[in-house]
Structure formats: C-alpha cells, structure tokens
C-alpha cells in the first residue's frame, strides 16, 4: 500500500520550493504570462490548503470539495448528504456565494484554524437556517469560510459546497478554484443536460493530470433517460481516460427541480456509502489521502519548469526593453558629444550674442544665450532616444505593461530638469572663474562674468570660437586660461553624463519597479531538485 511520506526534509524542501513559487512574478504581458500567473496561484493554493497542511497532518478528516457548473445542484447534495440544510440551494444563479465546510462536530477543531485556507475567515455558526448570511461587518462574502457540524456526517469526513467554477461572479470562479485545490477528494457534479459542457470537462481534465482522487456525479437525470445518458458519458470519460472514475447517478426529482434542497435518502445513499467508506476503511482513506497528495507531487516535475521557462521569459524580455533604452541613449550620447565638439551650441541666438559681444552684448547675456542653446541640445537628444525607445518598444510585447505605457515623459518634465542641469554647470564654471581670478597677482582683476563667458564660449562654439580662447588667455593668462578650460571641460563632461544618466534612468525605472531579475528560474530548479532528491 503506497503510504506518505511526512519525514521534516520532505517537508523543508516543500516549504522552500512554495516561497520560491510565491516569490516568483510575471508581470510582463507576454503571451505565456497569464497562464504562467494562473499556474502559480493554483500551485499555492494547492501547496498552502491541501499539500503541505495534509502532509504534516496525515491524520486530518478527509476534505471532500464539492464542485461544478452553475445549477448542477451542487448545494442539494451537499444538503441531501448531511440529512438537513446547510447550504443555501434554490433556483437564482448563483445561489452559493460563501462556502460552506460542513463536518462532524468531533472534527470541528482541524477546520476553526488555519490549517487549511488560511485566508478565509472563519465563521461558525452551529444551528443556523441554511440561507441565512452571518458575516462579519464589512466582510467580503466571497473571502468567508462558513464552518456547520453535524453529527450525520461520520467522524473524518468533511464535505465542502463551493461556488460555480463557471459563476458570472469573477471572485467566485477564483474561490472555487482555490477551494478545489484544497481537496483530498474531488467531486465533480454535472447534470443530464450539461454533461458535455466544457467548464466540467476541465475540471476532470485537470484532476487527471493531477492524479487527484476523483469521483462524478451526474445529477437531475429524467428516470426515462438514465440508461443513456449514463451510457454516453461513461463513454466520454472512458475516451478521456477516465473511465475507472467511481460514477454516480442521482435521478431528476421535484426536491432538485424546485431547489428544496434536500433529497430522499436513497438517491444519495451509494455517494454516501461510496465517501464513509473512504473514511472509514483504512486501506481505501489511505489510498484516497495518498493518491491526491502524491499527483501533486508528481506534477511539480512538469510544472515548475514550465513556471521556471516563463520566469526566464520575463527576464529575457526585459533585457530586451532594457537594451533598447541603453541602445538609444548611448547612441544620443555619443552623438551629442560629437556635437559639442562641432561646436553646435554656438548657433542661432547664441551666436549673434557671440558676435556681438562685448559692444552690443553683455557677458550675462551671452551666458543666457549658450545655457539656452545647450539646454535646447540635451532636450533634443534625450528626445530622439525617447522616440528610438518607442520604436524598439513598439516590436516587443512586453512594453505593453501598464505601468510601462501609463509614464509621464512630458517634454516639459525633460526641460524643466535639462533646465535646471545645465544653470548649475552655469553657476559652478563662474565660480571656477572666480576661482581663477582670484589666483592672479595683478592689481586689476577681470569681471568674473566676462571670464566665465569667454571659457563658456571657448568650450561651446568649437573652431569659430577660437577668439574666445584668446580673450581668455589675454585676460588671465594662458597658463590660467589652459587651467580654466581644463576645469570647466571636465565639469561639462560630468553635467552631460549626470543628465544622459538621469534621463536614462528615468526611462528605466518603470522598468526596474517590476523587478524582473534572473534569479527566479535558477530558484525554482533548484527548489524542484531538492525536493526531488528529499523524495
């Protein structure tokens, strides 16, 4: 008989590997993200309710979820198998919107804490008319653990209704997938008319590939055509490879028809007699525990690399977006260097400033003139690289994340920051060349102004600035004005570089707060590896 195994490694390996799944993100809108997020949800839900609580408490009541399509009277049997209303059942849609755990009050203690779904809260309320509502103030239905006992039930069984895995309702559809995961035993309730439909069907594809222990319940069929309808899907689940699921018929009564919620006796009895078996034979509760435990197990080997391939998506996707920016940037920088070079700054307004000082023009203005010319440099080339960005951006997929689209890159914002950066270098070169004169043994020293202008020209307007270096050198001397040069050349490369950078980075950060790193796939192989030596 296959037993667990519940040895601490196991079980330290299984918690490392969960932290590595919980901390494992895709935020990028790849084509494989959403399935990879939906994978990673399911695996918690199945490793935080089901896996890791069973594991460490092998002796716990089995937890029988019951399941299905909207109307398959779900909340009927669960009713119909306890003897009295616990569940709300009726003809509106949805009628189940808080899940109802119900079970011996022996056995009340395993579900009160957190053992499993621990982020429902409890509420319990030991006699209470099925239908009625008691929550908490302001508490979301939909994140409710509604906790009944009954003698009934035989002690080691729980049955749980869960909400439509089909609802119209989207946090409903999410509860009953996570309450499924939380099973032991799945049972999977369908109706004589939507037998075929495709919500069930993934359910029990899904609890096949997971080796689940799982039973059906093919519900409200018409005595007239139960021979075939039973006949028909047996043949489907045999064609599904299902065909040694326990099966179950319950037939079409007006206690169904009209939502009494409560059916005789007998037309559960065999689903009944089928779950206290489970229990109460040793040898078939600890195939029913072991079976579920162990496909779950099993499955981590295919789904932690499919879930460790998407995380290496991401991070390839974002190298990608990343390289783009830095590609452009780099790109603009070097461009702009060359520029300056050129003396480009010295043009338009700056230069008929330059032509015209000092007669007809002061050294302020000057200033003002080349500050406006180098700002109108720097906003143009970190635009280019922000439309080079866009462009690349545009080809990948990934760039279509929200909080990459939703970033306020206003041309505004760049000029206000150009602005302030290139009136700072302003500020710092005429204090070098306050600097400088004060340095000089003469009797009469230059106007400061004058002198920043004319190394602020000299750096700035390339060959047809040569006359400025002159001025320079007439002023201060050449030894000075070589000094100066040097300085405030130095002091132009670092404001250009803290500028390209910021803005560099200003693009990227949107980016960066997704934190998409590489380590992830590395962590959930090597999360899978331990556990699969520990096994």
Request: glycine share 6%; aromatic share 4%.
């Amino acid at each position: 008989m296959v037993t667990l195994d519940v040895r601490p490694q196991l079980l330290d390996a299984l918690s490392a590997l969960r932290d590595r799944v919980a901390a494992a993100r895709f935020p990028l809108p790849l084509p494989g993200a959403p399935r990879a997020r939906a994978n990673r949800d399911e695996l918690l839900a199945q490793l935080d309710d089901y896996l890791v609580p069973r594991l460490r408490d092998p002796e716990a009541p089995l937890l029988a979820v019951v399941g299905g399509s909207t109307g398959a009277g779900k909340s009927t049997l669960v009713n119909s198998l306890v003897g009295r209303r616990v569940s709300e059942a009726g003809v509106l849609r949805p009628t189940t919107r808080t899940p109802v755990l119900v079970c011996h009050p022996e056995d009340h203690h395993w579900f009160s804490g957190m053992r499993v779904l621990p982020d429902l809260t409890r509420v319990w309320v030991p006699q209470q008319e099925a239908g009625d509502e008691l929550l908490l103030p302001g508490e979301d239905p939909t994140r409710v653990l509604r906790i009944e006992t009954a003698d009934t039930l035989p002690p080691g069984l729980a049955l749980l209704d869960a909400p439509d895995v089909d609802s119209l309702v989207a946090d409903n559809r999410v509860l009953a997938a996570e309450l499924i995961c939380a099973a032991d035993v799945w049972i999977m309730v369908t109706t004589a008319a939507r037998y075929a439909d495709a919500v069930p069907w993934h359910l029990l594809r899904t609890a096949k590939e997971y080796d689940a222990m799982l039973v059906t319940v093919l519900d409200r069929v018409p005595h007239q055509v139960v021979s075939e309808v039973s006949r028909q899907y047996g043949a489907l689940l045999t064609k599904a490879g299902l065909g040694d699921v326990p099966r179950f018929t319950v037939p079409e009564l007006p206690e169904s028809a009209w939502g009494g919620g409560l059916l005789p006796a007998t037309a559960v009895a065999s689903l009944r007699t089928w779950l206290v078996h489970q229990v109460q034979d040793p040898a078939a509760r600890q195939r029913a525990v072991a079976r579920t435990a162990l496909g779950v197990l099993a499955s981590l080997k295919s789904r932690m690399p499919e879930l460790a391939g998407a995380a290496a998506a991401q991070y390839a996707a974002a190298l990608r977006l990343t390289a783009a920016v830095e590609g452009a940037y780099d790109s603009e920088y070097a461009r702009v260097r060359g520029r300056l070079q050129a003396g480009a700054v010295l043009a338009g307004d700056a230069l008929k400033r330059w032509r015209a000082f000092p007669l007809d023009c002061t050294a302020a203005e000057l200033l003002d003139a080349l500050v406006e010319s180098l700002g109108a440099l720097l906003l143009c080339s970190v635009t280019a690289a922000d439309e080079r960005v866009d462009e690349a951006w545009r080809r990948e997929p990934a760039a279509a994340a929200p909080e990459l689209t939703d970033r306020d890159p206003t041309p505004e914002s760049a000029e206000h920051r150009i602005g302030m950066a290139v009136r700072r270098w302003r500020r710092e070169l005429e204090e070098y060349a306050e600097e400088e004169i004060r340095a000089l043994d003469r009797g009469v020293a230059p106007d400061p102004e004058t002198v920043a202008a004319l190394v602020a020209t000299a750096l700035l307007g390339g060959r047809r600035a040569r006359v400025a270096g002159e001025g320079l050198a007439e002023r201060i001397g050449a030894h000075g004005a070589l000094r100066l040069r040097d300085r405030g050349g130095r002091l132009l490369a670092e404001h250009l570089d803290r500028v390209v950078h910021t803005e560099r980075e200003r693009r990227l950060a949107p980016l960066d707060a997704l934190d998409v790193h590489p380590e992830p796939q590395a962590e959930l192989i090597a999360a899978l590896s331990v556990l699969q030596k520990e096994r």
